[in-house]
């Protein structure tokens, strides 16, 4: 910690470097660039099911088509990398999961999709059984309990069709224990030692992803909640725990979700461990942001302090459904 020296006023006027836009650039503390941007998408496999999501106004689930032209524009925009959601069909979901490692489900169609238009383009998947589990969790329920390590065994399936789909970034959001490990191991012995893993470290068990769940299909399906393997939104120390778990077991960057209630959890796990540190504005967010924007209750700019802030409480980059938008206002 620095300590300020305050001279007295009229020595100290604060407002002098306040007063211009260059002057106040110039002192900025932080900034926010495009290159701090992660952009989540949502593809589909079902016919019609493409289009806007209506808890998620301008966000629409893609066709693979869509998904093409979706890393053409983060390519052309210089996002640095897109994340993958699928919306699969309903009706192929099972309690066992097996699509989730499925070479041609609809993830690993798109991270082959878009990798075909776009090779440079960060491709990151989202680890967890939820897309093609039928009752909407993150892992294999058995007489209403989630099964931890069958589960690691399964998301390690998972994670190898995807690496062999030529994902790059590996983003485990199942909050299972021991899967970064397990995900490390078989990612070194099957010959994909330089894929990456992001894990969703400090994923807290939030209302706020509401949206999400309607977006991809899942939200009539969750049987309970997932309280029993995401954090209590009211346990700092636990998060704190969870990121540092992670790190042992060699995660290379760590992620903090949700976000903006959680920037204390941001600063927190940046200033203790000094690495990769990302944070997911989550669909709720998006949508109490972009519903106010909409109805002219906030104006836009509520949009880029909302990202600028998780640059001030030390996040390295955002996945953030506003990725495009911001990155089309910086162009300019
Ligand atoms: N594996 C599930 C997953 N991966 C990303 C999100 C939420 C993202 C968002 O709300 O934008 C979720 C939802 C959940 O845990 O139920």
């Known amino acids: 910690?620095?300590?300020?020296?305050?001279?007295?006023?009229?020595?100290?006027?604060?407002?002098?470097l306040r007063r211009t836009p260059s002057i106040r650039a110039m002192v900025s503390e932080v900034n926010l660039t495009t290159d701090n941007l992660i952009w989540p998408i949502f593809v589909t496999e079902?016919?019609?099911?493409?289009?806007?999501?209506?808890?998620?106004?301008?966000?629409?689930?893609?066709?693979?088509?869509?998904?093409?032209?979706?890393?053409?524009?983060?390519?052309?925009?210089?996002?640095?990398?897109?994340?993958?959601?699928?919306?699969?069909?309903q009706d192929l979901k099972t309690e066992t999961c097996e699509r989730a490692w499925d070479p041609d489900n609809i993830g690993n169609l798109a991270i082959r999709a878009v990798k075909e238009v776009a090779p440079d383009l960060t491709v990151m998947t989202d680890i967890a059984l939820d897309p093609y589990n039928a009752n909407g969790h993150d892992g294999i329920v058995v007489d209403g309990e989630i099964l931890n390590d069958e589960t690691?065994?399964?998301?390690?399936?998972?994670?190898?069709?995807?690496?062999?789909?030529?994902?790059?970034?590996?983003?485990?959001?199942?909050?299972?224990?021991?899967?970064?490990?397990?995900?490390?191991?078989?990612?070194?012995?099957?010959?994909?030692k330089n894929v990456a893993i992001l894990s969703y470290a400090a994923k807290f068990a939030s209302a706020f992803y509401g949206p999400f769940r309607d977006a991809v299909g899942a939200s009539g399906r969750l049987v309970g909640d997932k309280k029993t393997y995401q954090v209590n939104p009211a346990n700092r120390d636990e998060a704190i725990r969870c990121v540092a778990r992670d790190l042992a077991e060699g995660a290379d960057m760590v992620m903090v979700k949700p976000g903006m209630p959680y920037l204390d959890i941001c600063r927190a796990v940046k200033?203790?461990?000094?690495?990769?540190?990302?944070?997911?504005?989550?669909?709720?967010?998006?949508?109490?942001?972009?519903?106010?924007?909409?109805?002219?209750?906030?104006?836009?700019?509520?949009?880029f302090e909302s990202l600028l802030c998780f640059r001030r409480a030390g996040?390295?980059?955002?996945?953030?459904?506003?990725?495009?938008?911001?990155?089309?206002?910086?162009e300019k």
Request: glycine share 10%; charged share 20%.
């Open 152 to 192: 690691v065994e399964a998301l390690v399936k998972m994670a190898l069709a995807q690496a062999d789909a030529g994902a790059d970034l590996l983003g485990p959001s199942d909050m299972m224990d021991g899967r970064i490990a397990a995900l490390r191991m078989a990612l070194e012995s099957a010959g994909h």
């Open 271 to 303: 200033d203790q461990f000094g690495a990769p540190t990302f944070a997911y504005q989550v669909s709720g967010e998006y949508a109490m942001l972009e519903g106010a924007i909409r109805n002219g209750w906030l104006s836009r700019d509520a949009m």
């Open 46 to 89: 079902i016919a019609g099911a493409e289009g806007e999501i209506p808890s998620m106004p301008g966000v629409e689930r893609l066709t693979l088509d869509g998904a093409k032209r979706a890393a053409e524009r983060a390519a052309q925009l210089g996002i640095p990398a897109i994340c993958i959601f699928p919306h699969s069909d």
């Open 1 to 16: 910690m620095t300590t300020p020296i305050i001279a007295p006023f009229p020595a100290t006027r604060l407002r002098r």
């Open 315 to 330: 996040c390295d980059g955002v996945l953030t459904y506003f990725a495009p938008l911001v990155a089309e206002a910086l």
